[in-house]
């Protein structure tokens, strides 16, 4: 059960509702009026909860499982608890976020406090309906914001930007030179459209490169906890649509993501650098300035990147190369090493 | 000496108190009453301050020292210059530590502006004594101040969340869905609280997953400058008492630090993975998600883990491997290279 | 061309200018009052733009650029199409930033809203001229400001700070204990003066040490998005002039950076390590403490340095040796697995 002095549940929902809601499908014997009250993790759900199983290491719970509902893949379908009634699905992650995103249709983690005192929103910007801003919260000249949009505490938007309908960003995030579509979402401390990491090399030092593009954000795309992405220096910085970028990332200038790119934390890509649709980048990867990743690669996390990828490839290891061929390496590396133990 | 714009000593101290604080012993012919004004660096310390040695590498610095007082471990006593007098201890750093504390008791890089203009706190929230509240800061409705807190500038506190008392929460830094406990500490731009990275596949995409859980904050935690602690998906993210977190660290969903571990800068600990009781991480170490982390286990810069790791282990590498194995490893290719490069 | 939204272009400049400006050489043929309007890159540019060419990987961009003008290096200049008016310079990069910077001579990302109603200036501290300042922007107690400088929406200049002229403070970014020369620029969200990760460990914990020294920034330095720079312990934390730190750098106490260096996003440098001039430290790079890092040592991406570097050295890998050796071991390396597999 959530917390309620943070979370607010809808509900409860009958099972039938939450197999449609979920794309379940159910069992003769169950009870297709059984109300449900929230969502739970495994090991703390009780007959009023729903919860999921989509882990192998989680097996173990599962079968002790005190739930009402469980969502559940065909294959361990068997395995349930004779209480539990089972909605099963063969993508059981995606049913549950259906289902809980039912019983917590949105988090206002930035509701405003009523009339702010602190706000400031310049007279020239442009704002549309539904606008909850925050203690704090800055709107500079020439801004243009959608509806339904909600601004954090002390979060900034600069001047001229666009912010299309039902976007949310977080407090203390701060956005230049950028047009953003509909339903983006920003983590508190995002830095979007900062000038990108460009100079020449000067007899006394180095003389800036004025940075000339903007960072053109997609439809639902989300940016992470103090992730930053700086804007083109001529080109524009594009994340394609449905993109979701972890915390503390960075996105070098005039970078392009595709559509539905994963990037996690601490991951950096370089300047210039084209990722195609549905790249997923691990954890603390870095990827050279230049290159093409071909769409769907897969990237290990801790890789580093030198060179172009082919579409469909799964790489890892530095400089990263087919997986198979990565995990090979440390094998012989292995028996070399044991051999010359021996010896 | 410290720069007065800035800090502000106290003192003097006699050598008697200064052993007694710092819980180091005198020999013999030293002045009891001799006064020790400040602390400083071996190499900038003059007769009437206190310095300390810890490191071998800054044993000719000691030995030219000109500090009226040094902090030193026995089997360096020897070693020490005639006119210093020697405070020994078997742990010099922790000894100057209680010292220098008692030299500059608490700094205050956040002391409020006397009636800050622009700082909002919400009617509903609850407030303890001697809160001092910098300029823009903004605690929202709900939350739950202790005493003697004391909140930077543009910070925030979000909806509902729980402080301790004596915590100090930084410039800018923000609070969300978070129960803190006493003495807490958050560096500037420090993110608490934030949605972890939790969506699944969709046909068109991803679907977020509410992400349910809170952050719970252990008594006399630090949490460096622009770090990142996620809430939990479900199960609350939990940061166990006495932890350490430097600088750009972070710390995803439903992660679990036991007491007193240290996780150096730029390091990354995914979803779900549990540290026990005084784990060292160090800079730039991944840590893969839903594994267990030994008590005291120590794990090398840089490194990659990927499996459990047993209570007890030091381990370095990517994948990480005991530390003896790591260096072995090393050596052996080195011998490898070395009679191929022959050939 | 720039989106006007955002960026607002001078000139127009005719060649003759162009050439001075960037100080590059022109030939015969080429119209000397030929009005040039705006820069662009070598794919966008048409006859009205000038471009540069500095990236072999462009080069077919560059034989079908429409360009009016084009900075292009002696050696390519053969390749140069017809219509293009060739400024022929040795270093095309430099002479490019030159001449963008005269049609974009600043950029205003925090341009003041007027009058802000937010902001919050103490009455001890000191300004300089010329001021501007955005709202919801903090200046502290006995904090004293040059001439000329800027700082963004909701920056925060902590007490007894020292900005000097030209100064630019990006959105949201906080400055503590620092003394700051000319021309000095921080990215939105960077973290300046920060305590160091210092603490001695207790039978019960840990126990802080108070962190006494500041940061001194030399003239010209930028630093970059949400990177920090944490204070001195005692000693100082010193950037020199010039120096040009990239997003989500770490640079730990008493860090000592010579004049211009470069270092790339995601990278960090643990205590008391010293860079001379001009070294440059490639992305995701770790640093150990108390370390000598010679002038104009460059150190490969991702690398890990655990031992004291020559000047002029280049290195890579992990731990890192100088860059020969490691494209040596790689290739040796290569050669074995290559046999191994064979058997």
């Known amino acids: 059960m959530s917390d ?20 379940a499908s159910l069992h003769r014997d169950v009870n297709l009026d059984q109300l449900i009250y929230d969502v739970a993790s495994l090991n703390s759900a009780g007959p009023d909860d729903v919860s999921f199983i989509d882990n192998q290491i989680y097996l173990e719970d599962f079968k002790r ?8 893949h065909p294959d361990r379908v068997g395995l349930a608890p004779k209480s539990m009634s089972v909605l099963e699905s063969k993508e059981p992650y995606l049913s549950y976020a259906r289902i809980a995103t039912a019983f917590y249709p949105s988090l206002d983690e930035s509701l405003d406090i009523e009339r702010p005192l602190t706000s400031q929103i310049h007279p020239t910007a442009k704002i549309g309906k539904d606008l909850k801003i925050s203690a704090g919260a800055i709107i500079m000249q020439n801004a243009s ?7 954090g505490p002390n979060a900034v938007v600069g001047p001229g930007v666009i912010i299309g309908n039902d976007c949310y960003l977080g407090a203390t995030s701060s956005v230049f030179y950028c047009i953003m579509g509909n339903g983006v979402r920003l983590y508190a401390g995002a830095r979007i ?5 460009g100079f020449a090399k000067d007899r006394s030092g180095f003389q800036t490169v004025p940075q000339l593009g903007r960072v053109l954000i997609g439809d639902y795309v989300e940016i992470g906890a103090n992730s930053t992405v700086d804007r083109g220096s001529g080109p524009d910085t594009v994340i394609g649509a ?23 934390a601490l991951a950096g890509i370089a300047g210039s650098t084209e990722l195609q649709n549905s790249v997923t980048v691990g954890g603390q990867v870095g990827i050279a300035g230049h290159l093409k990743i071909g769409e769907g690669v897969q990237i290990g996390a801790q890789s580093g990147v030198m060179r172009d990828i082919k579409s ?6 530095t400089p990263a190369v087919p997986i198979r061929q990565f995990f090979r390496q440390a094998a012989t590396l292995k028996k070399i090493m044991r051999e010359k133990d021996k010896k």
């Open 4 to 23: 309620s002095r943070f979370f607010s549940v809808k509900g409860p929902f009958k099972i039938r509702e939450l197999a449609r809601i979920g794309r």
């Open 65 to 72: 499982c005190n739930a009402g509902a469980c969502v559940v």
């Open 145 to 151: 914001i959608g509806n339904n949009v909600r601004i």
């Open 193 to 197: 459209g900062e000038a990108g990491f």
């Open 242 to 264: 449905g993109c979701r970028i972890d915390n503390l990332v960075q996105v070098g200038h005039n970078v392009r993501l595709g559509e539905n790119c994963i990037i996690v």
């Open 312 to 317: 469909g490839e799964r790489v890892g290891g």
